[in-house]
């Protein structure tokens, strides 16, 4: 396979001259096109030589085929007839090369060359690209839902909003493509329709665009690779992101096989397609599985021990006690406590929108457990960010009855506003600060004393 080489081609079937001129430059370099796919294409090394490449249309043409139909094959041999010999397919596309100087052109026709492109198109790219905006497009409502649920731990999570900007990147980049397809057309059209021919599409813009969306693409998947290697158990990683690739070595190995045995295209797409889906639900019930028996989640950095705990005669539950260093502890506010199982846990999310810092000291349940703290600093680094999470603290659930907030004075922390819950017109341990530049929430489980209040506003530098 040293003679072998594979590269990706970020392929439009309506800007075949960005192919032709790559595929012309990579055999002056000496690699000369054996195969193309979706994003790999692959190429054979060998003696730098000059060529000349066309890429044309054939509605005929599909990957389901078993071999080139009757009507390709006069095709091919009119273009060799022509002086260019076939190199490969992919679906309607159709490769050709010559060695000549200037080949002869053997799609004079410019109309009929336009039409080819517009029948290929609604063959195979308009329907794949309405379908990856309408499934981006459900994946941003879900990711907006999300933001809505708890605009706080979204705009801290840096994995949440990496995934949504790729996911609107991707959103913007299919709709460009398309509108830029569709002012093509419409150019071409009217070119032909004064006797000229379809319009060049090898544009610097388009380019630039190109790259900047791949180059955006390739940096967040690879910042979200290292993120998760260090978050996740490795064995975890890799079945995670071998889903997409294992499923496409097992679509395209059926599509493979079926074209072996002299499938019908109609056959092989069904049966195919088929696999694919069933192939999708068993790694998914496989995923679910690992995750079920060894979890899958974000790992928490911080060092901790585990206990079996009994719930019941019958019941135990494994229980993990965090050691970790927390600015505020219950020892502060209730002094010193003879207790082997607490936990102290800190979690710290940081984004360009929001840093959020949570602390937490509990215990695992039991009767006459010693109290318990939690409490979050938010530093919002905007404006609309501080009010969004303002507003959503003090929301109150509909399922929470009977339960108020009640302004408190603002001396008492030193505070712009300051809130307290109410149960039932009885104070509760939970308190909502807002500061000029950030957010204190505390969950107590008593109401504070004065001397308590004291302590939290030396302990959190308040």
Same mark, same amino acid.
């Given at each position: 396979?040293? /003679? ?7 392929f439009?079937? /309506?800007?075949y001259?960005?192919?032709e001129?790559k595929?012309?430059? =990579?055999?002056?370099k000496?690699l ?9 294409w ?11 490449y066309?890429? +044309? ?7 389901f085929n ?8 006069t095709?091919? @041999?009119?273009?060799?007839?022509a002086?260019?010999n076939?190199v +490969?397919?992919?679906?309607?596309m159709q490769?050709?090369c010559s *060695?000549? /100087? ?5 799609e004079t026709?410019?109309? @009929?060359?336009?039409?080819n ?7 195979s790219?308009?329907?794949?690209i ?5 499934v981006? %497009? ?5 990711q ?14 840096p994995i949440?909003?990496?995934n949504s900007s790729?996911? &609107?990147? &991707?959103?913007?980049?299919q709709?460009y493509?398309?509108?830029t397809y569709? =002012?093509?057309?419409?150019?071409s059209?009217?070119s032909?329709a004064f006797?000229?021919?379809? %319009? ?5 813009v388009?380019?630039?665009?190109d790259?900047i969306f ?6 967040s998947?690879g910042? =979200? ?9 490795r ?8 889903q997409?690739?294992i ?5 395209w190995?059926s599509?493979k096989y079926?074209?072996k045995?002299k499938?019908t295209? +109609? %056959?092989?797409k069904?049966?195919s ?5 069933? &192939?999708s639900? &068993?790694? =998914?019930?496989l995923?679910m599985?690992?995750i079920?028996?060894?979890g899958?989640?974000?790992s928490n950095?911080?060092n901790y ?7 019941? @005669? ?7 006690l965090?050691s970790?260093e ?7 506010l209730?002094?010193?406590i003879?207790y ?6 800190? *979690?710290?999310?940081k984004?360009?929108?929001?840093s959020k810092?949570?602390?937490?000291? /509990? ?5 006459d457990?010693p109290?318990r703290?939690e409490?979050e ?5 905007f404006?609309f960010v501080?009010?969004?999470a303002?507003?959503?603290?003090? @929301?109150?659930?509909?399922w ?6 009640e ?5 008492i ?9 109410y149960? *039932? ?12 530049d950030?957010?204190i ?22």
């Amino acid at each position: 396979m040293k /003679d072998k080489s594979k590269r990706i081609m970020n392929f439009r079937f /309506d800007r075949y001259e960005d192919a032709e001129n790559k595929l012309e430059k =990579l055999a002056a370099k000496g690699l000369y096109l054996e195969e193309c796919g979706s994003f790999l294409w692959t190429f054979r090394k060998g003696t730098p030589k000059k060529l000349k490449y066309t890429v +044309t249309y054939f509605s005929e043409g599909s990957i389901f085929n078993p071999d080139i139909t009757d009507n390709q094959q006069t095709y091919i @041999e009119y273009a060799k007839a022509a002086g260019w010999n076939f190199v +490969t397919q992919f679906n309607q596309m159709q490769i050709f090369c010559s *060695e000549a /100087d200037n080949p002869i052109p053997f799609e004079t026709d410019e109309k @009929e060359k336009l039409n080819n492109i517009k029948k290929c198109m609604k063959k195979s790219f308009l329907p794949s690209i309405f379908v990856m905006i309408l499934v981006f %497009v459900l994946n941003l409502i879900v990711q907006f839902n999300s933001f809505q649920l708890n605009p706080i731990d979204y705009l801290s999570d840096p994995i949440r909003l990496l995934n949504s900007s790729m996911i &609107a990147a &991707a959103t913007i980049y299919q709709v460009y493509s398309l509108m830029t397809y569709f =002012l093509w057309l419409k150019r071409s059209e009217k070119s032909i329709a004064f006797g000229g021919e379809c %319009v060049k599409r090898s544009n610097i813009v388009y380019k630039i665009v190109d790259i900047i969306f791949m180059f955006f693409l390739f940096c967040s998947l690879g910042y =979200l690779l290292f993120y998760l290697a260090f978050k996740t158990s490795r064995f975890a990683l890799v079945i995670s992101i071998g889903q997409v690739p294992i499923l496409m070595i097992v679509f395209w190995s059926s599509i493979k096989y079926l074209k072996k045995k002299k499938a019908t295209a +109609t %056959v092989n797409k069904l049966i195919s397609y088929t696999v694919l889906i069933i &192939a999708s639900f &068993a790694y =998914l019930a496989l995923l679910m599985a690992f995750i079920m028996k060894f979890g899958f989640g974000i790992s928490n950095e911080s060092n901790y021990q585990t206990v079996d705990w009994q719930l019941s @005669e019958t019941e135990s539950y494994e229980y993990r006690l965090y050691s970790d260093e927390i600015p505020l502890t219950s020892e502060d506010l209730y002094g010193p406590i003879d207790y082997n199982y607490y936990s102290y846990e800190k *979690e710290i999310d940081k984004t360009f929108f929001l840093s959020k810092s949570a602390y937490r000291q /509990d215990s695992p349940p039991a009767k006459d457990t010693p109290p318990r703290i939690e409490y979050e600093i938010l530093e919002p680094q905007f404006d609309f960010v501080y009010r969004l999470a303002k507003e959503h603290l003090l @929301e109150i659930p509909e399922w929470r009855d009977n339960t108020t907030f009640e302004s408190m004075d603002n001396k008492i922390f030193d505070t712009v506003e300051a809130y307290q819950r109410y149960y *039932e017109n009885t104070p509760t341990g939970v308190y909502m600060l807002f500061f000029g530049d950030r957010i204190i929430t505390l969950n107590m489980e008593e109401p504070l004393t004065t001397k308590q209040i004291s302590i939290i506003k030396e302990k959190l530098q308040i």
